[in-house]
C-alpha cells in the first residue's frame, strides 16, 4: 500500500498529517518574492515540512479507511508497517524516499526531510504563475501594453478631429439660420421691424424698464393748454399783444410776450415735467421707484389740470432748464418737457 499518495491528498486539504511510529509532515505557506535570476515575481505557495513529535489526531487513519474500506486496526497495521520500513531504510543506506512528497536521509542520528521540488500542494495560490518584471526584463508583453496604450491615443485624437469638424458646420450653419431668421423677422414683421428701430432710438416703454406706467405729456396742444398758458390764473398772451406787432409771426409774438411775462415777475420756476399720474398713489409709489435708482423726483406744485405732474428738476431760468432737459431727455425719458409754473395768488 503506498500510503505516501494518503499523506499528499490528506495535505491538500489540511494543514498537518500525523503519521504513527514516523512523525508528522506540516503544509507550510511561503511568502511570495521576487527571483533575480529570472526578474520575476514569484506567487505564494505551500511547502511540504516535517516535524518528528506525533499529534493524538491521526486522519490518515480514518482516510485509509474510508478509501480502502478497511478497518481502524487493520489501517493502524499498514500504517504502522509503513512507518517501520521507512525508518529501517534511512537506517541502512542513510536514504529513504516518499513519493511523490520527497526524501528521507539521516546527519548526525536525526532524520531529515528534503521536499520534492515536484509536488506542489494545491490551496488558495494554486494556478498563480510568476509575473515577469517589465522594468528589467522589457518583451513582448511590455512591447504590446505599449502598442494597444498607442493605438488608443490614436483612436481618441481621430474622434476628436472627427468631432470638431462635424461641429464646426453644425455651427455655422445655425449662425447663417438665425441671421436669415432676424432679417426674416425685421422685413416680414412690423412689430419686430418697430421694435428694432426702438432699440435704436433708445426708446423704451415703461414695462421694458420695470418702471410703473405713467402718462407721458407729449400732445403739444394739450401741454399748451393746460400747463404753459392758462387764462384764468396768468396774464398769458392775448390777441392784443398781438396786434401790437402786426409785422411780426405769431410764434415770434408768443416768445416776446413770454419773455415779458418772465422779465415783470421773477417768482416763475421752470419744472421739467417727464410723467402725470390721476391718482396720488400712483404719483408716490412712481417717486419712490426712480429715487431707489438714485433719480429725485417730485410731485410738481401749482400745476394746472387734474393730473399729477412729476417734477424732475425746478429752476429760476429758463437755460438752465433748458440744459437739464437735454440731458434728462437722453439718459431717462426722452418725453420730458418745460413747464413755466407761476405761484398761486393769494386771495
Known sequence: MDIGLYIADL?????????????????IRVAGSYDNISNSFRPPSYQVAFKNAVSGFYPLREYICSQ??????????????????????????????????????????????????AFELAGNFYGLKPIADLKKNPGPVQDGIKKEIKEEIEDDEYLEETG???IIPILLTGILALIIGAVA??????????????????????????IPEYVPLIDTSKTLSDSIVNPSDSGSINDDSLALNPGIPVSENKSLA??????????????????????????????????????????AENMPGKMLKISFGSYKDEASATTELRRIQKDIIKDAWIARVKPKKNP
Open 68 to 117: 480502502k474500506n478497511l478497518s481502524p486496526s487493520s489501517a493502524e497495521y499498514f500504517i504502522k508497517k509503513f512507518s517501520a520500513g521507512l525508518l529501517e531504510l534511512v537506517n541502512t543506506s542513510n536514504f529513504a524516499e516518499i513519493k511523490p512528497l520527497g526524501i528521507f536521509h539521516k546527519k548526525n542520528d536525526v532524520l531529515l526531510f528534503e521536499a520534492s521540488d
Open 11 to 27: 495535505l491538500s486539504e489540511q494543514d498537518e498529517v500525523s503519521v504513527p511510529g514516523l512523525g508528522t509532515f506540516i503544509k
Open 164 to 166: 470638431r469638424s462635424r
Open 258 to 299: 413770454l419773455k415779458a411775462e418772465i422779465a415783470a415777475d421773477e417768482s416763475i420756476s421752470f419744472e421739467i415735467i417727464g410723467a402725470a399720474f390721476a391718482k396720488r398713489a400712483e404719483a408716490d409709489s412712481y417717486i419712490k421707484r426712480l429715487a431707489s435708482k438714485g433719480i429725485e423726483t417730485k410731485i
Open 185 to 210: 423677422l425685421y422685413y416680414l414683421n412690423p412689430g419686430f421691424n418697430s421694435y428694432v428701430q426702438k432699440l435704436k432710438q433708445g426708446i423704451f416703454s415703461a414695462k421694458e424698464q420695470n
